[in-house]
Nanobody
Framework: VQLQASGGGLVQAGGSLRLSCEAF????????TGWYRQAPGKQRELVAD???????NYVDSVKGRFTISRDNVKRMLYLQMTSLRPEDTAVYYC????????WGRGTLVTVSS
């Protein structure tokens, strides 16, 4: 059972990236799911979550810049990130909320100034 993130990369400040997450071995459509991130030396934090019926919530630091979405048929979760800042640099993970599956390797997002 795992949610596998992809789509990270190196981007300049002000740029955009779209992360994708595919769910394996889980009845994806019934779970609240979210994007978490862990910056170097910091604890993992939940930055955006979305309910089974697509009600979204965001941490204040990403409101207005990030958009979470899901496709229950494809068992996919997405995070559209715009106006990226160096402080968004982190390994991004997807999981249920709270995290019930293994965390996997995540996908690294690096924002250069």
């Amino acid at each position: 059972v795992q949610l596998q993130a992809s789509g990270g990369g190196l981007v300049q400040a002000g740029g955009s990236l779209r992360l994708s997450c595919e769910a394996f071995g889980i009845n994806f459509k019934i779970y609240q799911t979210g994007w978490y991130r862990q910056a170097p030396g910091k604890q993992r934090e939940l930055v955006a979550d979305i309910s089974s019926d697509s009600i979204a919530n965001y941490v204040d630091s990403v409101k207005g810049r990030f958009t979470i979405s899901r496709d229950n048929v494809k068992r996919m979760l997405y995070l559209q990130m715009t106006s990226l800042r160096p402080e968004d640099t982190a390994v991004y993970y997807c999981n249920t909320v709270p995290g019930r599956t293994s965390w996997g390797r995540g996908t690294l997002v690096t924002v250069s100034s």
